[in-house]
């Protein structure tokens, strides 16, 4: 009987421990990108000029064939074509936009702004958070010049 019951006693000791250590390795990989969260190496900020709307890529290459850094963005408004001067988190940006072509969520109304006629080729700034899927998260566009 006194094997027993230490045999209990150790085998339930062994199985909250592994459930703990097993929860806090959950923790630490919460979202597949360490223990910052949302945000944190995934936030980016991108400063440059929409060239196009309604277009592809290939249309502005063909059109501006000696145009460098160009992305399509596209989401369920449609899709415009950015001329990227500028990245705040350019190793990450470097990683993860390969091919040059980023799928956009965000609130519908600032989404549409990048597409507006009197917007083009204006200074647009876009700050969001880079998935792993080419998913950029939209949280402010703002349109200066």
């Known amino acids: 009987?006194?094997?027993?019951?230490?045999?209990?006693?150790?085998?339930?000791g062994v199985a909250l421990l592994l459930t703990g250590m097993a929860a806090g390795a959950r923790g630490q990989i919460a979202n597949?990108?360490?223990?910052?969260g949302v945000?944190?190496?995934?936030?980016?900020?991108?400063?440059?000029?929409?060239?196009?709307?309604a277009c592809s890529l290939e249309e502005v290459r063909k059109a501006q064939p000696g145009e460098s850094h160009l992305y399509q963005l596209s989401s369920r408004q449609g899709r415009v074509v950015l001329k990227?001067?500028?990245?705040?988190?350019?190793?990450r940006w470097h990683r993860v936009v390969w091919p040059p072509?980023?799928?956009?969520?965000?609130?519908e109304r600032m989404l549409q702004q990048?597409?507006?006629e009197?917007?083009?080729?204006k200074d647009v700034e876009i700050?969001?958070?880079?998935?792993?899927?080419?998913?950029?998260?939209?949280?402010?566009?703002?349109?200066?010049?």
Do not use: H, P, Y
């Open 114 to 116: 990048l597409g507006t």
């Open 101 to 107: 072509r980023l799928w956009m969520r965000g609130e």
């Open 32 to 36: 597949g990108e360490g223990a910052f």
């Open 118 to 121: 009197e917007n083009l080729f």
């Open 39 to 53: 945000g944190g190496n995934m936030m980016v900020q991108i400063k440059g000029k929409v060239l196009c709307a």
């Open 1 to 12: 009987m006194n094997i027993t019951k230490k045999t209990l006693k150790t085998g339930i």
């Open 84 to 91: 990227v001067d500028w990245v705040s988190n350019s190793a």
């Open 127 to 145: 700050t969001g958070t880079l998935g792993n899927s080419r998913t950029l998260d939209v949280s402010t566009v703002t349109i200066t010049g």
